[in-house]
């Protein structure tokens, strides 16, 4: 089932099949990082500013820190004229079968045509490494932007799915018949917060991170109902240092942008700690940490 506003059948999200979180980050190389066209609000005075030395420190920084939390990580090239390839969350949403173990790949559908190139690259790198990969079926209007949009629930066989900006609701129909999985739908409401893993973070089974203006009551109701915690980020780090495009590998540490200083506060006292990075040169392109790497089983 898709839900979009919470029921009395809404299955808990810490009731669904146990799934093990995943271990394997994939990252891609900012090789050809830039900001050539605006797809999104963030880009729009950057065309042309972002440094590429400092792109590159940044990067090697948050792969180490990857690295340090002793996430598998698997690294990707970037290609020339894909530009936002870096942002490798979003070509595909990986998944395991909680019961027969198969690992494999939904390809996305990319939203703007500029980015539709970076797809085939991760296909073929998932189906090298013997990942079943499906694509939408073909009367499935829309499109679909992977983990930028839909987020495994931590240790559960349910998706947390964002819609309105780059993924359409029908697409989730499509997804829960391939996937066989629970999804709550949350509805995207502010042009900030294009992508579901720009206002929401979840962190373990019980918590997560979220910016509540980026939703619709209906979305905050179904997150009330899904975690016991919620911590919210400021208006202010969650819009200019995407406070909520933090990752948490491990149900302990937070990868999150340096200066979001209340939101750290709050971690903190939520029982978390958190790892400042500066993706400063991403932040111009519309992204931060969790858009950078990928999670795969
Ligand atoms: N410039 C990219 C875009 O607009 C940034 C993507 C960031 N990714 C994310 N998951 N929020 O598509």
Redesign the pocket.
């Known amino acids: 089932m898709v839900y979009t506003t919470p029921s009395e059948a809404l299955p808990h999200p810490t009731r669904t099949p146990a799934l093990s979180r995943p271990q394997k980050a994939v990252l891609t190389t900012p090789a050809h990082f830039d900001v050539t066209y605006v797809?999104?609000p963030h880009?729009a005075d950057n065309v042309g500013a972002v440094d590429t030395e400092v792109a590159w420190q940044q990067w090697k920084a948050l792969r180490a820190a990857y690295t340090a939390l002793d996430c598998d990580v698997h690294v990707v090239d970037g290609v020339p004229d894909l530009p936002?390839m870096v942002?490798c969350?979003?070509q595909t949403l990986p998944y395991r079968d909680p019961e027969t173990h198969e690992t494999g790949v939904v390809l996305s559908r990319m939203h703007?045509p500029e980015?539709r190139d970076e797809v085939p690259h991760y296909r073929d790198f998932f189906e090298k490494q013997g990942y079943a990969v499906h694509t939408l079926p073909d009367d499935v209007q829309g499109s679909f932007e992977g983990m930028?949009d839909a987020i495994w629930h931590p240790g559960h066989a349910a998706l947390w799915g964002g819609y309105g900006f780059r993924t359409d609701l029908d697409v989730y129909e499509a997804i829960q018949g391939l996937l066989n999985v629970p999804i709550y739908a949350l509805h995207l409401d502010d042009p900030d917060f294009y992508?579901l893993?720009?206002c929401l973070s979840v962190l373990d089974a019980d918590t997560a991170l979220y910016y509540p203006g980026a939703f619709d009551e209906d979305g905050l109701a179904l997150l009330n109902a899904g975690f016991d915690a919620l911590v919210e980020a400021p208006e202010d780090e969650a819009r200019s240092l995407f406070a909520c495009?933090a990752h948490c590998p491990d149900a302990e540490h937070v990868l999150i942008q340096e200066g979001c200083t209340v939101t750290e506060a709050r971690l903190r006292d939520a029982g978390f700690t958190p790892v400042p990075l500066d993706t400063g040169e991403f932040l111009k392109?519309?992204?931060s940490v969790?858009?950078m790497k990928l999670m795969a089983w």
């Open positions: 797809i999104n880009m936002d942002f969350a979003n703007a980015r930028g992508h893993d720009t495009n392109a519309g992204g969790f858009c």
